[in-house]
């Protein structure tokens, strides 16, 4: 890294480290009185430092997620599903009001066995959006199989080429390496998680294979009576970078799955990596979709003008974040692009 871009690095630490104080709080509460919030959380669970950061990075602790939701109770805000949301967003007489709506991706083991107790004990509602690629099925994404090779590995080979990964710091270095390789091709025309588990000659363990929910796992969380269940596509591909064929074959063989498994036809979406563009919305709009999630750390009010796709910022929920951080993150990315505006 550049001596710029570190001093940018330390200087954006030093603006959220000031926006998180005690001083900061009475503006960033009052600027934020009324406003509410859609968070995005993928695995509940206790955070292991023998594993990657990158992965880890995806984690916010059963109890910190508690200790989240007692702390935004307590602070007066209220807890909606999705599509109540979207019902208090469409009125035009008075605003949205304090609210969180929280959803998870991906469709992890432990949101049912973490965060489905959790959500249950204080009546939260939430949606969960699956990629049915591996949902009882074995099959890994490949940012865990990529970790699987790397924790029992001192190289990892991709696309010919052979990364030294025998520290952790070189393992954490690995896997970014390898993973801005992966996103451009991650465009469904080939399987990464096989490619790679068959460069490296490398067979993933039980414990690995047992990551994400089963249909009846999932199912279970479906009858809880607090989920609703979304569309998240079937492979977690790049949408961005797939064909308008492939975006809307990812969708539809998700929802049929869903369908046939659940009996359940989702009309919410979450685009994988938070990637889309036009074109993927309009196939969205072609398949009756009521709503897609972004992960643009933004509040969320009034929906959009009147026919199009409401769009739904998100915030990821990690640790020790808290309402405080939770206001100073939006009001640091929203200074942010006023200023690039200003250029």
Known sequence: MGIGRRCKAVLRRGVKAALRSRAAEPMLGRLFADRAFCLMLHRVAPHDPARLASNEMSKVSPTELERFIR?????GYRFVSLSDALGLMAQKSAPAGKFIVMTLDDGYRDNLTNALPIFEKYGVPFILYPSTAFIGSGVLPWWHALEEILLRRDRVSFMGESIAAASMDEKNRAFEAVRSKILPLDDGESDI?????????????????SLFLSWDELGAISRSGLAEIGNHGHRHLDLSACSAETVEREFTVSAEMIERRLDIRPVHY???YG???????????????????TVEPKAINKLNREGELPLIPRLGLYDRL???????EVFYADMSAFIRLGR
Request: hydrophobic share 45%.
């Open 193 to 209: 998680a096989a490619v790679l588990l068959a460069e490296n000659k490398f067979e993933v363990g039980r414990e690995a294979l």
């Open 322 to 328: 808290g309402l405080r951080g939770l206001r100073a």
């Open 270 to 272: 979450s685009f994988p």
């Open 275 to 293: 990637h889309y563009d036009e074109r993927t919305i309009g196939v969205l709009k072609s398949l009756g979709a009521r709503s897609a999630v």
């Open 71 to 75: 702390e935004a109770l307590d602070g």
